[in-house]
């Protein structure tokens, strides 16, 4: 055997891809012997060549053998029932969740924790509107302790560690707090006498530190000196209907406000924005408190202009309207005083209306009227906890947790003083802005606050206006987007086993779902969407790649582009099939293989690979559902393949079926195992090593200094992590986060 393997049949088990020279192949040969690869080395060495370049020796060889055809599938993903339920907390609004592998918390246990968002989750979805999620879902099979978080405005931000059992991971989450309705309708006097001094709220009166703003106005009225609450809210009950919202109206406003905010996640940019109403009539105004998500105890006030804004802080008259905007729903962590239940300075469904002082640039508060003319620009401002001096009973935080952070929403205005991970040198607006657009076509503004300069929620505090469609230039929410990533990695000469190096073929799937969750309806997922970006380290072979897209529910569209999704293709060259609209770029070969009203199985086929720029293609596929559904419906399978004739030579993971325009020549030759009579054991193979797998949870970026460093290519799988051969040979069952442990020192042979 020594003899033989020092012939030139060694060299084309090794160097499939590149010509090597002999003594590389010495070196692992001696490695293989070590790594206990002997006996396969047998049947693998004798059965295959290992390049076109070597195919004139082929029919030297002995007949392969097909006694051990590998019974593992290689898989990497595990199928999960996942019960997660936030019923306890009433929210009436489907409750997005993220399942983490570990813990992303930073700060835990702090005041000011946030998620690290460079982790990503191995799963995300949504609730029905009780708060209840009961679907098999597939996750990462190294994914056993779950870390299940919420940063929904009304459960809170949370997170619940649970173990899956039995194919089961199940999380009832406890409501430790006794909730305040969210619609107060019940003013209530605090404990403390009335007052409209200043003295005590840091910064906002004159005289006391640097001053950076003028002393705020109170002419709207006293608040109680303990709880900060005004005792000038609108009375519900009395007000005019247009300045108070109803039952039906609050639930979309929470629904619409929960969509577009997470708590402990940045807000995304498109809501960002200078957030000064400007009125398009003239018009009465109110605010309505819905909530504030923060330990902080800030106070916000507000200011209003015509024209252009201000550019001089000193300019702005600020009138008080919340002392302290601390709704006491905040959840988490060791707050410095526990004794803050109670002196509660604003509670959800607080309504104030604002007043106008035509005056007010003198100080002069004659005139006050409720009717801001038509083009007036009404803005706010709030001084993260700027409540927090009253006294040991009176905030959730004391001045020792004092941010000296001013958030306006007109760009420019803000001021930053505390620096922290995200600060605001340009003192740019720290509001977000969207609309609510309700069951009978009203549009109404919701604006929230960012007081901090960690997490970049913008919940810190949010509240809507009225009227109805009174001011101009509202956004309305988009829908959610989440993300999830796996890996796909082949060898390209199948069928015969080659240097196991994996990468001839790498291919990352993004798997996008997206999310309508103010629509009133339990079902939110209204849009599936894979992003499949190619790359691969050193092939000579014309290589294509094909895409399996299995559908499980009615769908309207299938868009299959070469460009990542968001870009629309070109709907002139739409086709219309089976009442559904199908595009396939023509770089798409579309085999359509069968479908019925609710299932559906397309193929695409794809020229990519050969020299193209190296993971620099993405191919997408955009399924949109004819109605929402509660979670994914949709999956897909990729395969490499090379085209031969009208037919293609394919290679896929373990088990899984070829499609339709595979050569089945092959089938059952060299070292695959495939029993193409019987349909069955395709793509196995008679070694420790697979043709193909796919790793679930990670992104291509996973394995730039490993399968895709050009310095290791054909460095076999197992030598770059470790784990892998007790993993394959455990069956899974062992070591199934392998793949997240490479050996960094891992050298092509000399
Ligand atoms: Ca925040
Ligand atoms: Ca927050
Ligand atoms: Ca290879
Ligand atoms: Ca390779």
Not at 291 to 315: F, I, V
Not at 424 to 449: C, D, L, V
Not at 516 to 542: A, C, P
Request: charged share 20%; aromatic share 14%; glycine share 6%.
């Amino acid at each position: 055997m020594r003899k033989n393997f020092e012939n030139s049949f060694f060299i084309r088990i090794f160097a499939h891809n590149k010509p090597k020279v002999i003594s590389t192949m010495f070196n692992s040969f001696k490695f293989l012997m070590r790594a206990g690869l002997y006996a396969c080395l047998i049947s693998v060495g004798i059965s295959c060549t290992d390049s076109e370049d070597f195919a004139d020796e082929k029919d030297n060889k002995p007949t392969p053998s097909k006694t051990r055809a590998n019974s593992f599938d290689f898989s990497t993903t595990q199928k999960v029932d996942l019960i997660v339920d936030y019923s306890a907390f009433n929210a009436k609004v489907p409750v997005f969740f993220s399942v983490y592998n570990v813990n992303p918390f930073v700060n835990e246990n702090q005041i000011g924790e946030y998620i690290d968002e460079s982790i990503k989750p191995v799963f995300s979805g949504y609730t029905d509107k009780n708060g209840k999620f009961d679907e098999t879902v597939t996750l990462p099979k190294y994914a056993k302790r779950l870390h299940i978080v919420t940063g929904n405005f009304l459960v809170g931000l949370r997170r619940t560690v649970v173990e899956v059992i039995d194919d089961e991971a199940r999380a009832i989450v406890d409501n430790p707090m006794a909730k305040t309705t969210r619609s107060a309708t019940n003013r209530v006097v605090g404990t403390g006498t009335p007052t409209n001094d200043l003295s005590k709220l840091s910064n906002l009166y004159m005289g006391k530190g640097t001053q950076y703003y003028k002393k705020w106005y109170t002419p709207l009225g006293n608040w109680d000196s303990h709880s900060g609450r005004p005792l000038y809210l609108l009375d519900k009950a009395s007000a005019s209907p247009g300045l108070v919202f109803t039952d039906e109206e609050f639930d979309g406003l929470y629904a619409t406000a929960c969509s577009a905010l997470n708590s402990g996640t940045s807000v995304k940019e498109t809501y960002r924005a200078n957030a000064d109403m400007t009125l398009a009539k003239e018009s009465e105004v109110s605010i309505t408190m819905l909530g504030s998500s923060t330990c902080w105890n800030s106070s916000l006030g507000y200011y209003y202009y015509t024209g252009s804004a201000p550019t001089n802080k000193m300019d702005l008259n600020i009138i008080m309207v919340f002392p302290n905007t601390q709704d006491g729903e905040w959840p988490r962590g060791n707050y410095p005083n526990n004794d803050y239940k109670g002196n509660i300075g604003a509670e959800r469904g607080d309504v104030v209306r604002l007043m106008y002082y035509p005056n007010i640039a003198n100080g002069d508060f004659s005139g006050a009227t409720t009717m801001f003319p038509k083009g007036t620009k009404i803005g706010f401002i709030l001084k993260s906890n700027g409540w927090a001096c009253q006294g040991s009973n009176y905030a959730v935080n004391t001045c020792s947790g004092l941010k000296n952070i001013w958030a306006a929403s007109t760009d420019g205005l803000s001021t930053d003083l505390d620096g922290g991970k995200k600060p605001n040198p340009n003192g740019e607006s720290r509001t977000a802005k969207f609309g609510f657009e309700s069951a009978n076509g009203n549009q109404y503004a919701i604006i929230s606050f960012e007081d901090a300069n960690d997490d970049q929620d913008y919940d810190d505090l949010v509240f809507a206006l009225n009227p109805a469609n009174a001011f101009v230039g509202m956004s309305t929410v988009e829908n959610r987007e989440v993300a999830t990533y796996g890996v796909y990695g082949f060898e390209d000469l199948w069928p015969r086993a080659a240097d196991y190096d994996m990468n001839d073929g790498m291919f990352e799937v993004e798997h996008v779902k997206e999310f309508y969750s103010h629509s009133g309806k339990n079902e939110t997922l209204v849009k599936e969407m894979f992003n499949i970006t190619t790359d691969h380290n050193y092939i000579t072979q014309q290589n294509s790649f094909g895409i399996k897209l299995n559908t499980k529910a009615a769908i309207a569209t299938i868009y299959a582009n070469k460009a990542k999704t968001g870009t629309a293709p070109d709907p002139s060259t739409a086709t219309k099939m089976d009442n559904k609209l199908y595009y396939w770029h023509p770089d798409f070969t579309f085999v359509k293989s069968s479908t019925s009203n609710t299932n559906g199985i397309y193929y695409y086929y794809i020229n990519d690979l050969y020299n193209n720029n190296r993971g620099k293609t993405t191919y997408s596929i955009e399924v949109t559902y004819a109605s929402s559904q509660t979670d994914s419906k949709a999956s897909v399978e990729v395969f490499l393949c090379r085209k031969e004739g009208s037919l293609y030579r394919e290679v896929h993971v373990p088990f899984e079926a070829p499609g339709p325009k595979v050569a089945t020549s092959y089938f059952g030759t060299e070292n695959d195992c495939s029993d193409h009579a019987n349909k069955k054991n395709y793509y196995t193979c008679n070694t420790d090593f697979p043709f193909a797998f796919y790793l679930a949870g990670v992104q291509l970026d996973a394995f730039r200094t490993t399968l895709l460093d050009p310095a290791k290519e054909s460095i076999r799988v197992d030598e770059q992590f470790p784990m892998f051969l007790s993993w394959a040979r455990s069956n899974g069952k062992t070591n199934t986060d392998w793949y997240l442990h490479p050996n960094p020192n891992a050298k092509k042979p000399e």
